[in-house]
């Protein structure tokens, strides 16, 4: 079986080789990068036997709200999910990435440059001309995962 993909030594230099775009910020987690750039949300997965999941997931700027479940134990939240969804997103819809104590203001700064996106990009009516990029790649047979 392949390794799965380990992030480079720069965060920054994976999501502008990903997507083709440098990232505007972002913040390293337990085994996944959240990045925003000029026009998406971007994680970048890096796949573990607790998280088999590689990959990329990316949505324009606006079709994506993001929340903040607050350090617990050593580790918060930052959570995707379906801008506008008028019933609660189904688990596949919701994805999360666990970030450290130690990076939460890093957190709270993605979080905030996302959400002035999304509202700058509503108020435009802007549609990324290139849509979501392709999400995780092939996970294991049987897997469901409800944070991914």
């Known amino acids: 079986m392949a390794r799965p993909p380990r992030p480079r030594a720069d965060p920054q230099d994976e999501v502008r080789s990903l997507v083709g775009e440098p990232p505007l910020d972002l ?6 990068t959240v990045a925003v750039t000029a026009t998406r ?13 590689n990959g990329l997931r990316a949505w324009p700027h606006g079709e994506v709200d993001v929340r903040l479940e607050a350090p617990k134990r050593g580790s918060g939240r930052i959570v995707m999910v379906p801008a506008g969804a008028r019933t609660p997103p189904r688990g596949s819809d919701i994805v ?3 970030i ?14 996302i959400r ?3 509202v700058t990009a509503r108020r ?3 549609v990324d001309p290139v849509g979501p990029v392709a999400t995780d790649t092939a996970p294991h047979a049987g897997h469901q995962d409800p944070h991914r």
């Open 124 to 126: 435009a009516g802007r």
């Open 100 to 113: 450290a104590s130690s990076d939460w203001h890093a957190a709270e700064r993605v979080a905030e440059l």
């Open 116 to 118: 002035r996106e999304a």
């Open 41 to 53: 949300v971007v994680i970048v997965r890096y796949g573990a036997m607790w998280r088999p999941r």
């Open 27 to 32: 913040v390293s987690g337990l085994g996944a």
């Open 96 to 98: 999360s990435v666990f």
